[in-house]
């Protein structure tokens, strides 16, 4: 069954440091997103990618952050100067279209020390 | 903003049925969606709703209402397997049909 894949599934990183967070979407999947879960609580809407630009954001997803794709597979998510407050599960998803069901890569664990 | 509610923590035993229940604002309502999350793992789809009614898929079923903003999942035959939290996600037209979660439910069940 196909599904979506992240890398790295765990990056400790010092404050300050940019950190990119890696993804592949399934393959025939239009939409892709980003989605953050701090320790402990729910699962936070961070940005939405169609047809090679973002298509939503959410206040969360301020000017450290940025969403690329870079070639035809991959789908990543750029933080440039890190927080310790950055700490979190950092999930890619992707669906058919706008509205179905998303589809959940293992999560990239984010620790800034 | 839209405000999802769900019950911080439920507990139920081996065998038995647990109805965990999910409301939203009802403003813009596209969809919605029911994911199951172990600790430390990824969201895993469950069921959809976006008209009312209970849809059945093995043990699992949710049911929704549109005009009261409000959903259940229903698990049967609970196993200890289904420990777990239980996220329920709403699409709105005016979020860019974009997923919201709610806080999620944790569900503990004991033999």
């Known amino acids: 069954e196909p599904e979506v894949t992240q890398t790295p599934s765990h990056q400790v990183t010092q404050m300050g440091q940019e950190v990119i967070l890696r993804c592949v979407p399934i393959?025939?999947?239009?939409?892709f997103y980003w989605y953050r879960q701090i320790l402990g609580q729910k699962v936070e809407f961070l940005v939405s990618?169609?047809?090679?630009?973002?298509?939503?954001k959410s206040e969360i997803f301020d000017d450290q952050f940025s969403v690329e794709r870079p070639d035809g597979s991959n789908f990543t998510l750029k933080i440039r100067s890190t927080k310790l407050e950055d700490s979190a599960m950092y999930f890619c998803?992707?669906?058919?279209?706008?509205?179905?069901?998303?589809?959940f890569g293992e999560g990239s664990w984010l620790t800034v020390v | 903003g839209q405000n999802i509610d769900q019950p911080t923590e439920m507990t139920a035993t081996e065998g038995a049925i647990v109805q965990i229940n999910c409301t939203y604002q009802t403003s813009g309502f596209n969809g919605l969606f029911w994911y199951q999350q172990h600790a430390g793992e990824a969201p895993t789809f469950l069921s959809y709703n976006v008209l009312d009614g209970l849809e059945e898929k093995g043990r699992f079923s949710s049911f929704l209402s549109r005009s009261k903003g409000y959903s259940y999942l229903l698990l049967k035959e609970l196993q200890m397997k289904d420990s777990a939290s239980y996220l329920c996600a709403v699409t709105f037209y005016n979020y860019g049909q974009n997923f919201v979660f709610g806080p999620g439910t944790r569900l503990s069940v004991l033999p």
């Open positions: 990618f169609y047809n090679n630009e973002i298509s939503e």
């Open positions: 393959s025939n999947h239009l939409y």
């Open positions: 998803a992707s669906s058919t279209n706008l509205g179905n069901t998303i589809y």
